[in-house]
C-alpha cells in the first residue's frame, strides 16, 4: 500500500493508493473534483510513483486481480504486461515533470517540455491500453495511464495561465485528449456489458418427467439449474434472471471502479470547453509578447 511522499507536511490528506480500494484512476478523479483540497498534483504523482515502485508491492498485479474478479481469465495477458514494461519510462516521465522548474534558463527542460514529452509518449504507447483483443480486460489499466495523462495537461495548462494574457494552448491539447478518453471509456463499458453476456449461455432440455433450464456462466463456470414438470410452469424466466443477475455484477463494477472516473473527466471537459475559445497559440503565452 502507497501513501503520498512529504507526509511530515501538515494540512495534508493522506493519498493511499492499492489497486483495490483506491486505484490511480480513482485518485486522480477524487483530486480533479476537489476532494483532495490540500493536496497538489506534484503531491498525487509522488503517491503514483510510490504505488508503482514500492518493494514488495505489485500495483498492477492488484489491478489485474480486480479486473479478474470480472471477467475470469477472458484477459489480454500480451499488453498486460507490457503496461507493465511500459511503467518504467512513465516512471521516469512523471518524476521529470514533478522536478522540471517552471522557467529554466536552458540548461534543464521546464515543465513546459516535460509535459511535452510525458504527452507524446502516453500517446505513443496509447495502443498497449487501447487493446484491439480483449479490450474489456484492459479497462482499468486504461483508465489510469489516461488519468495521469490527463492530470499532467491540466497542471500543465493552469502551470502556464498567468493573469493579463490568454490561457494556455495546453487547455487546448487537454480538450482534445478528454474527448478522445470520454468516448472511449464509455465505449469500454458498453464493450464490457454486451461481452459479459455474451459469455453467458442457457439451454432447455428434458430429463425424465421435468423440463430442465440450465444456465451457465463461461465465465465463472457456474451452473444454475431449475427444473419443472412436463405440463407445468415456474422456471421460464430463470434463464432471464441469471442474466441480470451478471448485468448487476457489471454495473457494481463499474460504479466502484470507473463511473467517478468518467464523471470527474466530463466535468472538467465542461471546463476546458469554457476556456479553449480564448486560448493562445503559445503553450507559454508569454511569447505572444
Same mark, same amino acid.
Given at each position: 500500500?502507497?501513501?503520498?511522499?512529504?507526509?511530515?507536511?501538515?494540512?495534508?490528506?493522506?493519498?493511499?493508493?492499492?489497486?483495490?480500494?483506491?486505484?490511480?484512476?480513482?485518485?486522480?478523479?477524487?483530486?480533479?473534483?476537489?476532494?483532495?483540497?490540500?493536496?497538489?498534483?506534484?503531491?498525487?504523482?509522488?503517491?503514483?510513483?510510490?504505488?508503482?515502485?514500492?518493494?514488495?508491492?505489485?500495483?498492477?498485479?492488484?489491478?489485474?486481480?480486480?479486473?479478474?474478479?470480472?471477467?475470469?481469465?477472458?484477459?489480454?495477458?500480451?499488453?498486460?504486461?507490457?503496461?507493465?514494461?511500459?511503467?518504467?519510462?512513465?516512471?521516469?516521465?512523471?518524476?521529470?515533470?514533478?522536478?522540471?522548474?517552471?522557467?529554466?534558463?536552458?540548461?534543464?527542460?521546464?515543465?513546459? $517540455? $516535460?509535459?511535452?514529452?510525458?504527452?507524446?509518449?502516453?500517446?505513443?504507447?496509447?495502443?498497449?491500453?487501447?487493446?484491439?483483443?480483449?479490450?474489456?480486460?484492459?479497462?482499468?489499466?486504461?483508465?489510469?495511464?489516461?488519468?495521469?495523462?490527463?492530470?499532467?495537461?491540466?497542471?500543465?495548462?493552469?502551470?502556464?495561465?498567468?493573469?493579463?494574457?490568454?490561457?494556455?494552448?495546453?487547455?487546448?491539447?487537454?480538450?482534445?485528449?478528454?474527448?478522445?478518453?470520454?468516448?472511449?471509456?464509455?465505449?469500454?463499458?458498453?464493450?464490457?456489458?454486451?461481452?459479459?453476456?455474451?459469455?453467458?449461455?442457457?439451454?432447455?432440455?428434458?430429463?425424465?418427467?421435468?423440463?430442465?433450464?440450465?444456465?451457465?456462466?463461461?465465465?465463472?463456470?457456474?451452473?444454475?439449474?431449475?427444473?419443472?414438470?412436463?405440463?407445468?410452469?415456474?422456471?421460464?424466466?430463470?434463464?432471464?434472471?441469471?442474466?441480470?443477475?451478471?448485468?448487476?455484477?457489471?454495473?457494481?463494477?463499474?460504479?466502484?471502479?470507473?463511473?467517478?472516473?468518467?464523471?470527474?473527466?466530463?466535468?472538467?471537459? $465542461?471546463?476546458?470547453?469554457?476556456?479553449?475559445?480564448?486560448?493562445?497559440?503559445?503553450?507559454?503565452?508569454?511569447?505572444?509578447?
Amino acid at each position: 500500500m502507497a501513501t503520498s511522499g512529504n507526509s511530515s507536511e501538515k494540512d495534508r490528506s493522506e493519498i493511499v493508493i492499492d489497486g483495490r480500494q483506491n486505484t490511480i484512476a480513482l485518485s486522480i478523479a477524487h483530486l480533479l473534483i476537489g476532494l483532495f483540497p490540500n493536496d497538489t498534483v506534484r503531491d498525487l504523482l509522488n503517491a503514483i510513483l510510490d504505488a508503482l515502485t514500492q518493494p514488495e508491492f505489485d500495483y498492477w498485479g492488484e489491478v489485474k486481480d480486480e479486473v479478474m474478479l470480472l471477467v475470469g481469465q477472458y484477459i489480454n495477458e500480451h499488453n498486460i504486461n507490457q503496461v507493465e514494461v511500459y511503467q518504467e519510462d512513465l516512471q521516469t516521465l512523471m518524476r521529470r515533470y514533478n522536478d522540471a522548474p517552471v522557467d529554466s534558463d536552458g540548461t534543464y527542460p521546464d515543465k513546459n $517540455q $516535460q509535459a511535452a514529452a510525458l504527452s507524446t509518449s502516453i500517446i505513443t504507447h496509447r495502443y498497449l491500453i487501447e487493446a484491439a483483443v480483449l479490450p474489456q480486460s484492459m479497462i482499468l489499466h486504461f483508465e489510469d495511464i489516461s488519468s495521469i495523462h490527463i492530470v499532467v495537461l491540466k497542471d500543465a495548462a493552469e502551470t502556464y495561465s498567468f493573469e493579463g494574457y490568454p490561457p494556455s494552448q495546453w487547455w487546448v491539447d487537454l480538450d482534445k485528449q478528454l474527448e478522445h478518453y470520454i468516448a472511449y471509456a464509455e465505449y469500454l463499458e458498453e464493450s464490457l456489458r454486451t461481452w459479459r453476456i455474451s459469455v453467458l449461455t442457457c439451454e432447455t432440455y428434458t430429463s425424465g418427467n421435468y423440463v430442465v433450464f440450465m444456465a451457465r456462466d463461461g465465465v465463472t463456470g457456474e451452473e444454475s439449474e431449475c427444473r419443472e414438470l412436463e405440463g407445468t410452469t415456474g422456471c421460464e424466466n430463470h434463464c432471464a434472471n441469471f442474466v441480470t443477475h451478471k448485468s448487476i455484477e457489471v454495473e457494481k463494477f463499474l460504479l466502484v471502479k470507473t463511473m467517478d472516473v468518467i464523471s470527474a473527466w466530463k466535468e472538467l471537459k $465542461q471546463q476546458t470547453e469554457e476556456i479553449i475559445g480564448s486560448a493562445s497559440g503559445f503553450y507559454d503565452p508569454r511569447n505572444e509578447k
